[in-house]
């Protein structure tokens, strides 16, 4: 590592030093500048050539060393990075601590096609070795809501992970409510390896050709709003598909889970996962319950009463309210949480006296005090005030959103509305399928009649000029056609600025292509302007504007891929638009000035600076605008969702949404799958869908 930061350096240092050096001679040479055995102005523009060339090159020395070792060599590298996110989804899914309920299963025998070798039962702690006996290694997890089966997968793939050998598939985890299922199997488990682990496409693409990688398929069950899906639901096509996807010599490995009801619903229409082992997860029967009470709390005999009343009435209503891991894990949570003099805050105690005369009560009842647990637990961010009653209201508009899309199957643009996912770049929707959209291109509309402020400031006074005509008519048309596609482009993609791009031949050509046609324009734009200023310095200006604008131009990247932080997606298309912006500011304001400031004077530098500014806009504009993409737009029309959410509407939002859920994650209310977050578990997201005030059981106990 510090001799590749080192080679940077050195590198960043030369370039440096050659495009100070073409600044000073500009500098010093261009009042006077006679064309003669050496030319000034060619020297100057030659050593500002040269530096770009020479970063350019350490870019293609870099992208020399990133090209992608052997399939093995980056399976390798992607099992740590997956060990590493599933260690921490699983401490999450355990209300951060490391003991669980040891998990029992039972073996359910499809009609036909199952894998040989499955044992009639299981249990969490030999989870991988049940999946290993299997031929072929398919193992669906089926069980009520709550059971575990996320948690059973989890495990599964930690200790799958922990003793890999370097011929084992990789275990990797995909909420199947986020796939579309007319895309390829293929292609969307590499575009996850791309979005979530930044491997390049061709690397993902080889070990999912290889099958280095074993699918782990989370929830079945949310990929229709139907809880009895059928033979053409988006669940059928799923099992369907995953039923062709093949291993050279049969199928190939994969986990699925489903909750029961779906998978009897489907399977009574004939689609269920051929040559895979069926297990169903029992519910937590009392002794588990009890050893996993005295295993997670820190005063046993606080639970005394509790225990007595589970032993006494095991199939009661508080038996099979805490029959499931996630139950036992709120009843901890919520019951063990300590005031900062280290009394508890409940007694749960009380927790038998409460008249919960259903299993669905015990389970309100404990969805109830967990918001206010975490929120207690969990201090805010420097700067922000996060009260109960604002994160249960600020969650609870975004779980009524999703639930919408999941209940009514809602598209806009021709894309599905997820009913899990929460990417804040695409989250716009739920402030209405137009106003973002409206507010989005009155941002930018905002913005161009700055732009014509400023410029009919900086523009002579006086007299009218053919240059005049031009600059006044570019500003228009590029104001006119950014607007117009901020309101267009239903869905913008975000752009981020990757040197990574580098690592393939693919992204070497884009670059190359990129470049040439920014070089190429800003070297138009310039013989343009050379009817004020000249050829020479027309053509200077335009080649350094060119190399500069080609080379952020070049390193944009349009999508998701790569982004690590859900985040980061709108923070990266922001610093891209910020960036594209500075180099041109810079290239202008420190070069240019100096050069253009000394010949022609102030107000012809800004009339040449604001005529190559923006006839090099307006063709990025033409491009994107005819595609997709305008650098920032992705980040506007989020900008316009915090304006369309504000506490004097009906459905508020926290100003800095991105920060508010980064706390969430931490506190343990949401989780993150890729760029997106979601829900710790359905059941929360349905509860605080319906239950927009609080609960009137969260304040009926005591601290103790």
Same mark, same amino acid.
């Given at each position: ?211 280095? =990688? ?235 009649? =700055? ?254």
């Amino acid at each position: 590592m510090t001799g590749k930061r080192g080679g940077a350096f050195g590198f960043g240092a030369v370039t440096a030093l050659l495009l100070g050096a073409a600044v000073a001679i500009s500098g010093r040479t261009f009042p006077g500048a006679v064309v003669g055995d050496v030319d000034p102005v060619g020297m100057a523009v030659g050593l500002a050539a040269l530096a770009v060339g020479v970063w350019t090159g350490w870019l293609t020395v870099r992208s020399l060393r990133w090209q992608e070792a052997a399939p093995a060599d980056v399976a390798e590298r992607l099992a740590v990075e997956v060990l590493d996110a599933e260690r921490a989804a699983g401490r999450q899914l355990l209300g951060d601590h490391d003991k669980t309920i040891d998990i029992r299963f039972t073996f359910r025998p499809a009609p036909t096609h199952n894998a040989d070798d499955a044992g009639p039962e299981g249990r969490l702690k030999e989870v991988a070795e049940y999946y290993r006996l299997l031929r072929p290694r398919r193992l669906v997890i089926t069980g009520a809501p709550g059971a575990g089966k996320t948690v059973l997968a989890v495990q599964l793939m930690l200790r799958l992970l922990e003793t890999r050998t370097g011929e084992d598939p990789v275990p990797v985890r995909l909420s199947l409510a986020s796939w579309d299922t007319d895309q390829p199997v293929d292609e969307w488990i590499a575009r996850h390896l791309v979005d979530a682990y930044r491997l390049s496409v061709a690397a993902a693409e080889a070990l999912v050709k290889a099958r280095r =990688v074993l699918p782990v398929l989370d929830g079945l069950d949310e990929m229709d709003t139907d809880p009895d899906p059928g033979y053409a639901s988006r669940a059928g096509r799923a099992v369907r598909a995953f039923n062709a996807y093949q291993q050279s010599t049969g199928k190939a490995g994969l986990v699925l889970t489903c909750r029961s009801r779906v998978h009897e619903a489907l399977a009574a229409e004939g689609v269920w996962a051929h040559d895979a082992a069926r297990v169903e997860i029992r519910p937590c029967d009392p002794d588990s319950v009890q050893r996993f009470i005295g295993d997670r709390v820190d005063d046993p005999a606080r639970w005394s009463r509790v225990r007595e009343a589970l032993a006494q009435d095991p199939h009661g209503p508080l038996a099979a309210g805490l029959s499931t891991p996630w139950r036992l894990t709120l009843a901890v949570t919520v019951y063990e949480e300590r005031l900062p003099d280290g009394t508890y805050r409940r007694h749960p105690q009380s927790l038998p006296g409460l008249a919960l005369d259903t299993s669905e009560a015990v389970g309100k009842h404990l969805l109830g005090l967990f918001i206010p647990t975490v929120a207690a637990q969990c201090p805010a961010p420097r700067g922000a005030t996060y009260t109960t009653d604002d994160v249960r209201a600020w969650l609870a508009m975004l779980a009524a959103y999703l639930q919408q899309n999941a209940t009514t199957g809602q598209q806009v643009g021709g894309r599905l509305l997820s009913g899990t996912d929460i990417v804040l770049h695409e989250l716009w929707p739920l402030a209405g399928t137009r106003l973002p959209r409206a507010v989005s291109a009155a941002l930018v509309a905002a913005v161009s009649m =700055v732009g014509w402020a400023v410029l009919f400031l900086l523009l002579p006074p006086t007299g009218t000029s053919l240059i005049m005509f031009f600059i006044v008519g570019v500003v228009a048309l590029g104001g006119v056609l950014t607007t117009y596609t901020a309101w267009r482009d239903v869905w913008p993609q975000p752009v981020r600025m990757d040197l990574e791009r580098l690592r393939t031949p693919v992204g070497r050509r884009h670059f190359a292509r990129a470049f040439v046609l920014a070089l190429a324009s800003a070297t138009a734009a310039g013989a343009v302007s050379a009817i004020t200023i000249g050829p020479v310095y027309g053509l200077a200006f335009g080649l350094t504007v060119g190399a500069t604008t080609g080379l952020v131009t070049g390193l944009a990247r349009h999508g998701t891929p790569g982004v690590m932080d859900p985040n980061g997606v709108v923070r990266n298309d922001l610093a891209a638009w910020l960036l594209y912006s500075l180099s041109t500011f810079l290239v202008f304001g420190l070069v240019f000035s100096l050069v253009f400031g000394l010949m022609v004077g102030v107000v012809s530098v800004v009339t040449v600076a604001v005529v190559i500014t923006l006839a090099s806009v307006l063709m990025d504009g033409l491009r994107a605008g005819l595609s997709t993409g305008n650098r920032g737009m992705a980040s506007v029309r989020y900008m316009a969702l915090l304006l369309c959410t504000r506490r004097w509407g009906s459905r508020p939002l926290p100003w800095r949404l991105g920060r508010f859920l980064h706390w969430c994650y931490g506190a343990g209310l949401i989780r993150v799958a890729g760029i997106a977050y979601q829900f710790r578990h359905r059941e929360l997201q349905e509860y605080l869908a319906h239950h927009v005030d609080g609960d009137a059981a969260a304040g009926t106990d005591e601290p103790s």
